[in-house]
């Protein structure tokens, strides 16, 4: 499973991104589909995360600010930022669960200015 992430970018604070993420390869289910991310000088920590029947996780820093949404149709999750801070700024990683299997993106840098 190769997994291509697009989206990122630089934006003023306050401003909005939407982070794309399409799988393809040998797929057979994609379980879970989320997006994680790095700050610099920080650890990966998870951003949001959604199962094949919809159901979602945050993390309480962007609760109400970003939705996580998938088409799995086309094998795809997507993560609208809105309200975006400068502690937003990192990259981020989509990341999917398949079968036993776990896959990472190449990471997306999401640049937020004050």
């Known amino acids: 499973v190769q997994l291509q992430a697009s989206g990122g970018g630089l934006v003023q604070a306050g401003g909005s991104l939407r982070l794309s993420c399409a799988a393809s390869?040998?797929?057979?289910?994609?379980?879970?589909m989320g997006w994680y991310r790095r700050a610099p000088g920080e650890q990966r920590e998870l951003v949001a995360v959604i199962t094949r029947g919809g159901s979602t996780t945050y993390a309480d820093s962007v609760k109400d600010r970003f939705t996580i949404s998938r088409d799995n149709a086309k094998n795809a999750v997507f993560l609208q930022m809105n309200d975006l801070k400068p502690d937003d700024t990192a990259v981020y990683y989509c990341h999917v669960v398949a079968g036993f299997a776990t896959y990472w993106g190449q990471g997306t840098l999401v640049t937020v200015s004050s």
């Open positions: 390869g040998s797929i057979f289910v994609l379980n879970v």
